[in-house]
């Protein structure tokens, strides 16, 4: 007869030995979970890294195009100040009452204008070239001022039609005329 000694200890010896059949299945199940879990990671850490290189590469693109165009930029303002510094000193040049034959010029313009208009007309010169203006009008009368840097307008007498040779006007199409030029000059 079996004592209850011995039910007891057969009931532990069985208790124990499907708790240790329950801890290895556990214990292969936590290994197998556990190399899926890291295979699951790695992966995941690989798609993270090459996406973080992908955008670290994009974002340096974008920061050397960006920097180009700010430098393209800075370029062409530097470039335009230039252009407008050369046409200021054309300016002040042309400005200058002193300026190396600017007698000759205005007798040029007077020709020219003879030429380009008959009849009545009147020569409004640019105060800085009236005594020129003046001695050299012939027969034509010499009206009121006008602003500029020199030169006149010829105007019909009854204000119908009239010709803008004032060396502002003469300056300023040339400068759009030889810009290519100018350009090329400056900057090669």
């Known amino acids: 007869m079996m004592t209850l000694e011995t039910l007891a200890k057969d009931i532990a010896a069985a208790a124990e030995k499907e708790a240790k059949a329950l801890i290895a299945d556990a214990k292969a199940e936590a290994k197998t ?40 930029k ?21 400005a200058d009452p002193g300026m190396k034959g600017r007698a000759a010029l205005l007798k040029s313009l007077l020709a020219d204008a003879k030429k380009l208009a008959k009849g009545k007309f009147v020569i409004r010169p640019v105060e800085v ?41 003469l300056l300023e199409r040339a400068w759009s005329n030889q810009l290519g030029a100018v350009n090329e000059t400056l900057f090669g």
């Open 33 to 72: 979970v556990m190399a899926d879990a890291e295979a699951k990671a790695s992966g995941l850490r690989e798609e993270a890294q090459q996406r973080a290189a992908k955008e670290a590469e994009q974002i340096a693109r974008e920061t050397v195009a960006s920097a180009r165009q700010s430098n393209q």
């Open 74 to 94: 800075d370029i062409l303002v530097a470039r335009r100040k230039a252009l407008d510094a050369t046409l200021e000193a054309a300016r002040s040049h042309v």
């Open 129 to 169: 070239d009236r005594a020129t203006l003046t001695k050299e009008a012939g027969d034509r009368t010499v009206g009121e001022s006008v602003d500029g840097l020199g030169g006149f307008i010829l105007e019909a007498e009854d204000g119908s039609v009239s010709f803008d040779m004032r060396f502002d006007n």
